[in-house]
């Protein structure tokens, strides 16, 4: 049986050491081969061996399609990029909030920048970019989210220009080649 072989890196390899210390403290014994993968795994910030391998395959699958492996979760850009289909269109609405964010953020990039929009011309855009037909929810959520703003009377909408974080951005990037 072959193994995959997992990168590991930290960022300081004295919090490490410490974090390691600090795990083998007060054993009698020494720690077997999944307990010591654990532990290595934690003192890396991971939760546990599991999730590290989990970050390692997600990041693996992002880069395959040309996504940056920075520090943030690959996991999350992975499975929230699962809601596009193949044209670059929101299938459903997440259950998870980290997801619907990033989900914004992928709307977001395809709102028209520095330009004035009518709520109409906004669903407009909106339900072309939406499969499960509740345009409303997206733009309400835009303008919570910060990354749209209304007029009080809501005639008047602008995309908010801000960077997106590095899992938004690596969505944005993921899902570009999908829009043709």
């Known amino acids: 049986m072959s193994r995959e072989a997992i990168s590991f890196e930290t960022h300081d390899i004295s919090a490490l050491a410490r974090s390691l210390r600090g795990q083998l403290a007060g054993r009698a014994t020494a720690p077997g081969h999944v ?5 290595l795994a934690r003192a890396a910030g991971h939760r546990n061996f599991q999730h590290l391998r989990a970050q390692a395959g997600a990041r693996n699958g992002l880069a395959a399609a040309a996504v940056p492996a920075e520090s943030m979760d690959h ?5 929230t990029a699962r809601h596009f289909d193949r044209a670059g ?6 259950s998870r909030a980290s997801q619907q964010a ?3 953020w992928a709307l977001w990039a395809r709102l028209p920048q520095r330009r004035i929009l009518s709520e109409r011309a906004v669903n407009d855009l909106l339900k072309a970019q939406h499969l ?13 989210r910060a990354l749209l703003s209304r007029t ?6 602008r995309r ?5 974080t590095a899992e938004a951005a690596a969505l944005i990037r993921h899902l ?5």
């Open 75 to 79: 996991l999350l850009v992975e499975r």
């Open 176 to 180: 570009k080649p999908r829009l043709g």
């Open 132 to 144: 499960f037909g509740d345009h409303a929810i997206l733009r309400r959520s835009l303008c919570d």
């Open 102 to 104: 990033l989900c914004l």
């Open 89 to 94: 269109r929101l299938i459903r609405w997440p």
């Open 35 to 39: 307990e010591m993968l654990n532990m």
């Open 152 to 157: 009080i009377d809501g005639t008047e909408y």
């Open 160 to 164: 908010v220009e801000r960077p997106p």
